[in-house]
């Protein structure tokens, strides 16, 4: 939580979905100043550790993709549909 840049990068890896988004990607559309590339990797790592989000292979045989676990969606849906939609969706 005290990290911004990593939350917006995960709110930019829930927003890819299925589809995965690279490591490097998602660091580099991070547009909040408080965090550099290093704190934002280091809480992604803590991230995949608490089984918030899964990795699947990437395009190229290095490439690391990250894409939000049933878990982390459980949690945190109701909380974004409240946000965004004023209410709880089933």
Known sequence: S????????????????????????AVANVRTPFSGPAGIINRLKTLRRLGLLDEKPGAKKS????????????DIYPVLAARHYGGLQE
């Open 2 to 25: 005290a990290n911004l840049g990593a939350f917006e990068a995960l709110l930019i890896i829930i927003q890819n979905g299925e589809h995965g988004l690279p490591v490097y990607q």
């Open 63 to 74: 490439q690391v993709c990250l894409i939000p676990s049933e878990k982390l969606m459980r």
